[in-house]
Structures are given as C-alpha cells and as structure tokens.
C-alpha cells in the first residue's frame, strides 16, 4: 500500500494528468457527435436508402453511442500509464525509487496498480457523461434508450476492462521505452496511424493473397478492444472473449518483458 500511495503521490505532482483531462472533454464531444451521426443514419434511414453503407447493426451503433470518448480515452489512458514510467527516468528519479524498493518488480506492479486507477476513473467519467447524454440523443431519434437492453450494459462493461487492460499494456510499454517523448510519439502513432495502415495491409492482402486473412486484423490491439466492446463486424470475425484475450497478451507480455529487462537494467 505504500508503494501504491507513492505513485499515487507521484501521479498527482505530474503536471501531464490535468493536462490530459483538460484534453479528454472536447475529445469526448467529438468521438460522441460522430456516434450521433451514426446512430441517426442507422436508426432513421430505411436500409435500402442506405446503398450499401452502413455504421453497423443497432446494437453496434447504441453500443457506441454509450462508450463513446473510448477510442481518445484509451489513448490518453494509455500515454499517461507510460508516463508514469518514464518519468522516472526523465526527471532523474529511477535511482532513488529503486534503491528504496530494491524489488523493482514491485515497483512496477505499484504502477500498474495507479494505472488501472486512472483507468478506471476515465471509464467512469465518460461512462457517466454518456448515461446522461446517450439518451437525449436516443430520444430525439425517436428511439427508446435501450438500457433495459443487456447489450448496452454489456458494452459499457467491457469498455471499463478494456480501458484497464490499455493502463496495463502502457505501463508496459513506458518500461520498453524508456524515453518519455520516444514512448509517447512511438504509443500514439502506433495507437492512431498504425491502426489504419495495418488495417489496409491486412485489407490488400485479404484481397490479392488470400481472403481469410482479413480476420486476423483483430491481432492489431485497437481492433481487439473495438471487437471486445461491439462484437464481430464481420460475418467472419471471432466472438468478442478474443478481442479481451488478445489484449490482456499484450499487456502480459509487455509487463513481464518490461519488467525482466527492468530488473536487469542499470538506472544510475
């Protein structure tokens, strides 16, 4: 519990996390307005005026609209996790922290402990913006809210061990990189750019090398946590326990090698 509280302490004299909540309310506006666009074409447009497009199924589209802010959430979620490591090393603090906690895998499990924390803190603050909102859009949609629905709660559910497993794997990821810009440049564009450059690697070669390829997108981490959350999109795709499975494998491997390499490094 110390070692908790000190990285509590620590998180709370970062000048990064109110930074990031001054960042995370206009990012939820945005990601909700577009759940909003979505919800409007899919639940007010007949599906033959649609001429092929679509957001999705019902369920998938309400689902949004109750998670939104989770794509930019994650995102800040996870940079600030990584933060918490390597600011140690940035402001010159990783020798006195490890010499007070000789076991630094304790060290890093306390900072796996803050991250979910903050995660779930996150999870909650959209959650509850959403519960608010989502309805009033709903029902200017002439819609029901749907949250007698199991699927909504499920959704939102998910989306809290989602954003869990994201603090987890960006704690990991702050321990292999222990640059604070070089983790925080390589964790966004990977998290953004990557996502869809993959997505069309795996698009082209579904197309021109062999079609079931294209299920295996859901390896990339961003897609596992859209899987986990709204389910298959595919007719092809895997039920949604992969997308959690594929997710807590990147956050273990990214915590046990980081931790491994951790105990090994020499941080004076």
């Known amino acids: 519990m110390n070692l908790i509280r000190a990285e509590l302490l620590k998180l709370r004299t970062t000048a990064m996390w109110w930074i990031f909540a001054i960042v995370l309310l206009p990012l939820w506006g945005l990601a909700l307005a577009y759940n909003w666009l979505s919800a409007n074409v899919t639940l007010t447009t007949d599906a033959s005026d649609l001429g092929g497009a679509s957001f999705g199924s019902v369920e998938q589209v309400v689902a949004g609209l109750y998670t939104s802010g989770q794509f930019s959430g994650v995102l800040l979620v996870v940079l600030l996790s990584a933060i918490l490591v390597t600011s140690e090393f940035f402001h ?11 076991r630094r895998e304790l060290v890093i499990g306390a900072k796996m402990v803050v991250a979910a924390l903050v ?27 749907y949250l007698e629905e199991s699927f ?23 321990v292999l990189i222990r640059s604070q810009i070089g983790a925080v440049i ?34 990339i981490p961003t897609l596992a946590s859209d899987l986990l959350i709204t389910g298959p999109q595919m007719p092809d795709d895997p039920p949604r326990w992969v997308g959690g499975l594929i997710l807590v494998a990147y956050a273990a491997i990214t915590a046990v090698v980081g931790t491994l390499i951790t105990k090994q490094r020499d941080v004076s």
């Open 92 to 102: 010159l603090t990783a020798t006195s922290t490890f010499l007070a906690t000789p």
């Open 119 to 145: 995660a779930v803190a996150v999870w909650l603050f959209t959650t509850l913006l959403n519960l608010a909102i989502a309805p009033l859009v709903l029902s200017g949609l002439d819609q029901p809210s």
């Open 152 to 174: 909504a709660w499920q959704a939102i559910g998910l989306s809290g061990l989602a954003f869990v497993l994201w603090s987890l794997l960006g704690v990991g990821a702050g």
């Open 186 to 219: 390589t964790l966004s564009v990977v998290y953004v750019l990557g996502t869809q450059v993959v997505n069309v690697i795996f698009f082209l070669l579904s197309e021109y090398v062999w079609e079931p390829l294209l299920t295996l997108r859901i390896l």
